[in-house]
Every structure is written in C-alpha cells, then in structure tokens.
C-alpha cells in the first residue's frame, strides 16, 4: 500500500498532519484489501505513541482487526529505531497482540525490543559490505548482495541479540 510517513519532514513536505497521513494509509490498505484481498498488508503508521495507537483504531474503526493479521507493519521507525520511544512503542503495539514488521531495524534497536516483534529488515547488513573488500573467496567487486556476506551478518547479529526471542531470524521455523 502507499503509507504516508508521519516523519516531520514529511509532514512538512505535504503540509499535512499525522492524522491525515494515517487516513490515507489506511484507506490505501482498504482500498488494495478489496482489489485484491489479504496480501496487501497493513502499516501502521505514526511519530508518537498516541498516533499509532489511533492509527490501530483507525483501522478496527474501518472493520480491520490488526490483532487477526499475519503481519502488520511499523512504519517511521527506521531513523530512530535504537531509541527508547521506539521500544515503548512496539512494546505497546505488540501487547495489542500485533504480529509487527519493523522496518530499518539496526542492531541497536533488535538488542532493545526484538522480542516484540515477529519481523525485522535492514539496510545495514549490506552498508560495511559496500565498504570494505569482498569475503574470501567471493569473486564479485563487493558483497553488498552476497548471500554469504548476509549469512554472516545474520549470524553475528544473532549472537549480538542472543537473549531475544528471535523467531523471525529462525529458518528452522519457517517450513
């Protein structure tokens, strides 16, 4: 769906407020739901706690129960996904029962509140593989979309996070 992010360079790109933003997220989603059912997945979207909170009544308001979804994703997380406002955030949003994707969730952030969440995706796996010459053995100019390099940048993130209920890094569960 298009989201609208709720960043404050954002809303002052658009002129709009956190409210409309989400609006027209959630119609977006209800409108793609009805084209084309259930793959079109959910964001929830807000700056402070109290916005993403009325974003998830937004949606229960239009008939749409976030806790019944396989997936909801968190949006305008991604610069300031290591602070303790994101963390009360997904804290929050997970005790509604919410199965939440994190976007541009760094390792900072998955070491704070990973057990909240079902799913997490990054940019920074491939950020030092651009910078730094490829893993031996890889015959590529860099390991930016090495399988291997992501490999071993999962792993070391799992040992990083270790005490987290990590489902959503466990490929074990996922048959």
């Known amino acids: 769906p298009q989201d609208w992010m709720c960043e404050p360079a954002m809303l002052a790109k658009t002129g709009r407020s956190v409210g409309f933003h989400q609006a027209a997220t959630v119609a977006s989603v209800l409108e793609l739901r009805e084209r084309v059912g259930p793959l079109v997945v959910p964001v929830v979207q807000g700056w ?15 008939g749409l ?10 949006g305008s997380v991604c610069r300031r996904q290591g602070t303790a406002t ?9 005790g509604y029962g919410l199965a939440l994707h994190g976007f541009g969730i ?7 509140y990973a057990r909240h969440l079902a799913s997490a995706d990054s ?3 491939s950020y030092t593989a651009r910078r730094q010459p490829p893993m ?15 490999l071993f940048w999962r792993d070391r993130v799992l040992r990083r996070v270790a005490t987290q209920q990590l489902s959503l890094f466990d490929t074990r569960s996922a048959a």
């Open 48 to 62: 402070d706690l109290g916005d993403y909170v009325a974003c998830v009544e937004r949606y229960r308001d239009e």
């Open 65 to 74: 129960d976030l806790a019944t979804e396989a997936v909801v994703w968190l």
């Open 86 to 94: 994101i963390a009360a955030i997904v804290s929050e949003l997970a």
């Open 106 to 112: 760094k390792t900072k952030g998955l070491g704070t």
């Open 123 to 125: 940019m920074a796996w």
């Open 136 to 150: 031996p053995g890889c015959t590529h100019r860099s390991c930016a979309n090495c399988p291997r390099w992501a």
